[in-house]
Each structure stands twice: as structure tokens, then as C-alpha cells.
């Protein structure tokens, strides 16, 4: 009995957020129930008054009327831009990192995890001054490069972590055949780490594609980000503190969060290690 | 062999020192100068920081903050964490909703724990059926404590995997040698439950990770600003990150952005200077298996 009771109170306390931001988005209200009143009578007709008006009509407005499919147009090209080129960039060094000694590991790794420690700030500023002299400002290069800052620690630690998992034996009969490192990487090491690099991958994206500091800053009406989106409105313009459009927010919110969660879903398994960046017991 | 792998590393440290390092460094450079001019100006802009009251309250609101959130993400992680370890039946599916949080960008959560989304409905609840006075969501108490919940909501998940991954490690002959000699759920909690997963490397790594994270926390307190302070700087629920972004978003302020390179440096070396301690903390429960 017990049980059932937590239960029930876990499963408010996680979905009721999200649930409200669902329904609104379908332009469904739930209040009149929380007065306990529901479908009440005027005049001997049924009256609801909370608007229930199941329908899609944010979602057409969305598409049709403002920039939405352009948000999240831009949101997974900088995504996918960002977090393909640190997998290249941060994988060779994973490999390293996960199967050699040598001289300055033990500070290469401290940097890499503590660049993670960074505030946004710290490094907004700068980018920010940098971007309006070099014209990188709202551009998708430089959305990518800003990226890199998320997420090169994130990949070179949950990468060394998959490629540590790998059995030393494995290594060694690659050696004893003559393989070189290059080939060593190529042939032996991805092969195997496959769902790894799917999942560091993934979670990755989902980092990127709920970001919202830098993406606030450094954008502007040609990189506008879907999370960006959420807060500013979804057209192409962005403005400042605006009153707060509930339809709109719902309607990003929903459509952001279902790409998000199918990933996360998906690698499930892997998500400890990603946050304990590879250091899974 | 070796210069294949210095090879290999030099594509992550030169982006890293590209996009991290430089940045680090001007932003050195901006706190010890005034922009826009290049004049060296010493530790002036320290010195106004280490003056300056509404550094000084913003910075306790975030320790408070900090610690709050990490505690009860914590807290909640765990009892979550319990709760389904021993469930068996339908654990599928109830993993998958306790997981949600993570996907969801902290801006959509900040939104949707702020007053117009379930409050509404709370207050509605609370005045028509219980009659009760409802809750009024400028107090700047409320307004804090609903930040703190809706921060440890998006992380208590992440804390919640973490545990079960503990959990799951610990050998099953322990659980049952100790019931077998009559332990009860608590004792067996408490004495070996417990004490494992706090010395678990695991559990103190993140707490260390989300310590940090939170430090840098932005997105929840963002999403109140319309309802507390707007763009007054000496707002009771403003965490530095905020601070920072105020200053660089209102007109008002001037733009001085020297000075907001100050107080980011500052919040690195409080961030550094907590988790280093939170590291020691865990090395020596560690050591003390």
C-alpha cells in the first residue's frame, strides 16, 4: 500500500512539469479541476472553463508561421558540426590517453577535466569580443568552435573510459603483429567501441541541443537555436525580456524535448559513465 | 611509435588551448585592464569585487544554492535509488520516467517550475478546494526554495544512476549473510549500504562534478528573473552566473565587461577551491575502508 503511494508521488513529482508543458502545447487545461470544480453547469449546459481545445494549432503556427523548422535546423547543424568534429578531434587522444604512459599524462588529464570546472563566463566574454571583431559572431563555424568547450572534455573522457574497457591482450597481439598506432586505432580499437562512440555521440548531441547560455549570446537571427527559441520567441529576431508567451514556450519545449529524450533512451546504459566521465566502477 | 601519439593528442590540445586557454587567458587579461582600453590597471577591478556588497550576498546566495541543491539531488537520488533497487516488477518502465530529467534542457525546467506553470495550478488547489491562502511567488524565500527543488529535479536522476550502479556491485552473500542474522532493513542500511556507496569513487567523483556544475549553474535562476529583481542587481535569489549576465544584457550597467571577467575568475578559483575539498573529504573516506 505503501508502495503504491510512492509510487504515485515519484512518478507527480518527475512527470507533472513536463505533463503541464505537454497539454498546454495541445492547448489543453487542466485547471478547473485543480478547483475542484471540472465541467460545471451554466444555464443547464456543460461548461469547462479551462480551455480545452485539443489541438494542433500551435504546432501548424510553429511550422508555418514562425521560423521553427529553421531553429531546429540550426540546432542540429551545430550539433552535429560540434560534436562529429570533437569525436575526431577527441577520440585519437582517448586511444592515448586510454593505453600509453608518458611524461605530462597525469597534467593532460587534470586540464582536460578541469576545463570542464570553467564558467561559461570565463569564456563567453572573451568570445564574444573575439566573434564581433573576426565576424565569427552568429555564425555556425563559430557556434561549432564554442562547442568544443562543452564537449571536447566530455568525448576525450567518456572515450578513454570505453577504450580502457578493452582487454590488454587485445593490444598486445595487435602489437606482436606489427601494427602500427594508426592501424592499431583504425582496425582494432573502433571496431570494438562502436556502442561507445554511439553513445558518447548521443549524449553529446543532447548537451549541445539543450544548451542555452552560449547559444543565448553568441547567436543571432541566422544560428538561432531551438533552445534559444524556447526563451526569445521562435521567430528570426531575438529580443530581450519579453512577456512571457506560454504557447510558444510549450510548443518548443515539447518539440525540444522529444528528440532529447528518444536519445536518451536509447543509452540508458551508458549514462553513468558519461557524467562520471569514464570513471564507472 | 611515440610521435604517432603525440600526433594523435596534439589535435585535442591545440582546439582546447584554442578555445579554452586563450579565452582563459584574455579573460586574465581583461580583469587586470579596463575595456575597452589596454591600460593595465592592476588588481583595481579585484578590489571593487572584494568591495562591492552585492558580490559579496550574490556569492552566498550561490554557496547556499550549491550546497542545497546537491544535498537534496543527493537525498532524492538515493530514496529514488533504494526505492527501485528494490522494486523487481515493472522496474523497466519506472527507470525510464525517473530518467527524464536529464533530457531536458535546464532552461525548460527552470520554466516549468517558475510560477506560471504548476503553481497556478498549486494556488488554484489550495484556495478553491482547501482554502487556504495561497502561495505568493514573489517571497523571495519560495522563490529560492523552488529553485533549489527544480535543480536537484533535473539532477537527482543522474545521482539516482550512480547509486544503482553501487548498488548493483555490492555482492549479494553480504545482503543475505546479514539477513540471515536478523538485521533489519535499517541496520542493514546503515551499516552496509550506506558506507559503501559513500566511499564508493563513483558517488564522491559526482558530487564533485555536479558541485561544480552547479557553481556555474545559470540556466534555473535565469528563469526568475522576471518574476524577482528583473534587472536590479542586489536581487535576493541571484546567483553569480546571473549577476554576470545582468550586467552584460542591461544597457544600465554599461557593459563592463572587465569586471565581469573578474568575478568569473573568481567563481573558477571558489569552484576549484570546493571541489578540491570535496575530493579530499572522499579520498579520506576512501582510505578508511
Known sequence: ?281 | MKRTLYLFLLPTVAALLLVEGYPAIYSLYLSVTQFPEPAFVGADNYIQMATDPVFWESLRVTLLYVSSSVTLAFIIGLAFALFLFHEKRQNRILHTILILPIAVSPLIAGLLWSPSAIWDDINVFLKFVLGLPTIIMTNPNFAMTLMIISESWLWAPLFMLVFLSVLQSIPKEILEAAEVHGASTFQIFGRITFPLIIRSPVVVIIVAIKTIDTFRSFEIPFTWIGWIGQEKLGSPIDTLSVIMYKMMIFPIYEFPISYVATISLTLLVISLIVTAVILRVGRILWETT
Open chain 1, 1 to 281: 500500500m505503501v508502495r503504491y503511494l510512492i509510487y504515485t508521488l515519484i512518478i507527480l513529482y518527475i512527470i507533472w512539469p513536463l505533463s503541464i508543458m505537454i497539454e498546454e502545447s495541445f492547448r489543453i487545461d487542466l485547471s478547473p479541476f485543480f478547483a475542484g470544480r471540472g465541467v460545471t453547469f451554466a444555464g443547464g449546459i456543460p461548461f469547462y472553463s479551462g480551455g480545452f481545445n485539443p489541438s494542433l494549432i500551435n504546432y501548424w503556427e510553429a511550422f508555418t508561421l514562425e521560423a521553427f523548422p529553421r531553429l531546429v535546423l540550426n540546432s542540429a547543424i551545430i550539433a552535429v558540426a560540434s560534436v562529429g568534429t570533437s569525436l575526431l578531434i577527441g577520440t585519437p587522444a582517448a586511444y592515448v590517453l586510454a593505453r600509453h604512459k608518458f611524461r605530462g599524462k597525469g597534467l593532460l588529464e587534470f586540464l582536460v577535466l578541469s576545463l570542464r570546472t570553467i564558467s561559461p563566463f570565463a569564456v563567453i566574454i572573451p568570445f564574444y569580443v573575439i566573434y564581433g571583431r573576426t565576424g565569427l559572431w552568429d555564425t555556425y563555424l563559430g557556434m561549432m568552435l564554442v562547442y568544443w568547450v562543452i564537449n571536447l572534455p566530455v568525448i576525450v573522457w567518456m572515450m578513454k573510459g570505453f577504450l580502457s574497457d578493452i582487454p590488454k591482450d587485445i593490444w598486445e597481439a595487435a602489437v606482436l603483429h606489427g601494427a602500427s598506432e594508426f592501424t592499431i586505432l583504425r582496425k582494432v580499437a573502433l571496431p570494438l567501441v562502436v556502442p561507445g562512440l554511439i553513445a558518447t555521440a548521443v549524449f553529446a548531441f543532447v548537451l549541445t541541443w539543450n544548451e542555452f547560455l552560449y547559444a543565448s549570446i553568441l547567436t543571432g537571427p541566422v544560428t538561432k537555436t531551438v533552445t534559444k527559441g524556447i526563451w526569445f520567441g521562435m521567430s528570426e529576431a531575438a529580443e530581450t525580456f519579453k512577456v512571457v508567451e506560454w504557447d510558444d514556450i510549450n510548443t518548443a519545449g515539447t518539440l525540444a524535448f522529444i528528440p532529447a529524450i528518444t536519445m536518451i533512451i536509447l543509452i540508458r546504459k551508458y549514462l553513468v559513465r558519461g557524467f562520471t566521465m569514464g570513471s564507472s566502477n
